[in-house]
């Protein structure tokens, strides 16, 4: 068999296709969502070669239109997370065998898939199941999930050609990637189809066997992302597709022997949750489990009296309020200085008033439905209480709707008190909270930022003062793990902002990076000695 040191296709960012009007890509896509509506896709489970219909079905309908029924998914309970384990330990020794190249060639065949014949299907499937509009769909479903792919794979070949950097003579050292002692669990989020096939594709392409559990509202374009995983050629068994309640899917994985890792987007409790269950049982593990994991963000933007009025002001919408402030990214505490207070204030209302809230159909809406009733009610109960504070001025927004979808209008909260609830705890939706401090204070702002909130995973300052943004750069290094200046606090771009925060945002592996690839192997060192000693002394045991 003929063998080489193989050389990966450089790894480019997928162009974003903006869907203006009369452009090719508009047509496919309200084609492909105009089919979506007409269709009742029957959304099985995928383990091993199979694909299992329990027959208990659950509904799956759009936020922004929850009247309308778009699919069904058939429901698993512990049996069905058992057989998935079973699938993927069956399959674990044939993959972790297969060639490297091979394993690449898959999932680069899988961005190809994503970015051609499968991309309207998937954005679609987005926009409808996840409420995103046809921007935000494109950046996520479409070009991060393809960045994703090939980019891994580039980092996939920079690993394994790290090597020792010496070799003493008459000796060979190396380093081999083993794929971790059993199988990886996949739990991933509503909010970025990308990072939901991110999660289990980053583990298995390292040699590594999943079972992947997806949020519910994620099912539907999850099941995209399975046809296209099948459609390149992964093996069964490699990554197991199961929609079960997290507490039974717990329950087994948990206390599995050969539970070997878990890669986890979601919230901040639920992970400490996990994280104490597998201390608790970690004397039942063949391995200490790898535990990576990104959760919650209390977001800030910090704008000092040298900043720009409009590119605050966009900063503030853009980052506030994209996908309804659903992502974990979101801005969600503003600190402006009172010297341009009363001109962003302007710019910003002036701007919200033009903002359109609506379905995802109607390309003209820029704000669409937040994801289910729960958040829904979470979020109009935190709107109707700042409204009652006499505290607080809410200057736009405060309206809702959930008589056909989920619509929260974009609120703006501002309050005196920069340890308000709203500007500590994560909401995850469209409110926005405003403190204006003193110009005189900006050193203190500084110390408010660092100590308001358990999270620290993303934050922006916007200033032309590049001593105020160095003082902010040094003072903020801990609040957040991606950091921006003169920009939002969203957008981060795989190979170019590697993504992930520390404190109560998450271990900070930095998905779309090799650092996080580097988790879901464990290195062997090999020393081979071509001429090994034959005698036990050494020269300084002979006498003079």
Known sequence: MSKGFFKVPPAINEPVLNYAPGSAERKLLKDALSKAYATRADIPMYIGGEEIRTGVKKEVRPPHNHQQIIGHYHEGDKSHVEQAIKAALAAKHAWADLAWEQRAAIFLKAAELAAGPYRYQLNAATMLAQS??????????????????????????????????????????????????????????????????NLPASAALMGNVVVWKPAEAQIYSANVIMQIFREAGLPHGVINLIYVHGPDAGEVIFNHRDFAGIHFTGSTKVFQEIWKTIGTNIHKYRSYPRIVGETGGKDFILIHGSADIQVSATAIIRGAFEYQGQKCSAASRIYVAESVWPEIKEEILKELATIKVGPVEDFSNFVN?????????????????????????????????????????PTVIVTKDPYYITMCEELFGPVLTIHVYRDAEFDNILTVIDNTSIYALTGAVIAQDRYAIEKATNALRNAAGNFYINDKCTGAVVGQQPFGGARGSGTNDKAGSMINLLRWVSPRTIKETFAPAKDYRYPFHQEE
Request: proline residues 5%; glycine residues 4%.
């Open 132 to 197: 995103k509009n046809a921007y935000q769909a494109e950046i996520d479903a479409a070009c991060e999930l393809i960045d994703f792919l090939r980019f891994n794979v580039q980092y996939l070949a920079e690993i394994y050609a790290q090597q020792p950097p010496a070799n003493a003579k008459g000796v060979w050292n190396r380093v081999e990637q083993r794929p971790l002692e059993g199988f990886v669990f996949a739990l991933t989020p509503f909010n970025f189809t990308a990072i939901a096939a």
């Open 369 to 409: 439905a937040v994801i289910n009733e729960q958040s829904f009610d979470k979020l109009s109960k935190a709107i109707d209480a700042a409204k009652s504070d006499p505290s607080l001025d809410v200057i736009a927004g405060g309206n809702y709707d959930k008589s056909k979808g989920y619509f929260i209008e």
